[in-house]
């Protein structure tokens, strides 16, 4: 390994941690009330120097009236943060990670750090949804997809859906297969989301194809004649299962959690779909008429032991073979039968 990759690995956020904050609503109140007296004593100082006192004291008590008027009472009130259930906002004081405020409420924070949130508008091939769209003000078209963009810098802590578009990838036989799934997840580490990745919305996308196209070329659409076997069309859970670890291992860099991956869309490609369904025919038909045979059979069997049984008709063995043949081509036929009465003798 390289000195830049080492460097590189070294810069990456594993943990998580807590930014100091106080009560948001004392700060206010108190800068409120600070903002008063800060006002009154600019008058009163100006009051004061109109009636001739002395200009030390009053002088000074006006520039300091002005700087905090101007300078020091709008400087705190950068530090008030609003924050609404399963919202964060990453923080950075000078360029370093200063830490992650959480939970719904009213804080009060270092005035000089500032939020960081990662770039969304960067092109991505999924479409991202949330069940809330409180922060999101504006939308972004990129290759069709409509992608919600943010106007400030909260991180959404809530569960999230990714419908990725559908792909063209080769089973385990190598038929081509039309897929699509569809991914809930959501950030449990948002120092990890926003340093560790450039987009995590964009590298959950691009993780998921990938290892859509892993799970998928490990397991056959379709089989017959072993039901042993899992494949993607009746074993469903079971791959839904090795999507989601697979995806879990490879999105854990950026801090997400993937909660769920079901298929949505599973069909043969179109160039190969009408043979695949003649193959389906066929085989049904097969089934169907292994079915029909085996019953027959029985029925038969059970004619001959109930004629035998009753003594209604002694059979030779080459009129046997002949009722054989013709109970058979009835009960085995596509079509009803056409029955013949025999007025003459058997023999």
Known sequence: MSHNQVKETKQLITEEKTAGSINGMLILILNILLFIAAIAGFIYSIIQLDAGEPVGPWVTLVIACSLYLFLIGPILLIGLKILKPNEALVLTLFGKYYGTLRGEGFYFVNPFVSATHPDTQSTSTG???????????AKLSVQGVVIPTRTNKKISLKTMTLNNDKQKINDKLGNPIIIGIVVLWRVVNTAKAVFNVDNYGEFLSIQCDSAL????????????????EKTLRGSSQEVADSLKTEIQSKVGVAGLEILEARITHLAYSPEIAAAMLQRQQAS????????IVEGAVGMVEMALAKLSEHDVVELDEER????????????????????????????
């Open 213 to 228: 196209r892993n799970i998928v070329r490990l397991y056959p659409y379709d089989v017959s004649g072993d039901d042993n």
């Open 127 to 137: 479409n991202m949804t949330s069940a809330d769209q409180s922060n999101q003000t």
């Open 284 to 291: 049904a038909i097969i089934d169907a008429r292994q079915m």
């Open 320 to 347: 046997k073979a002949a009722m054989v043949s013709n109970l058979l081509v009835v009960l085995c036929g596509n079509k009803d039968a056409q029955p013949i009465v025999n007025s003459g003798s058997l023999y």
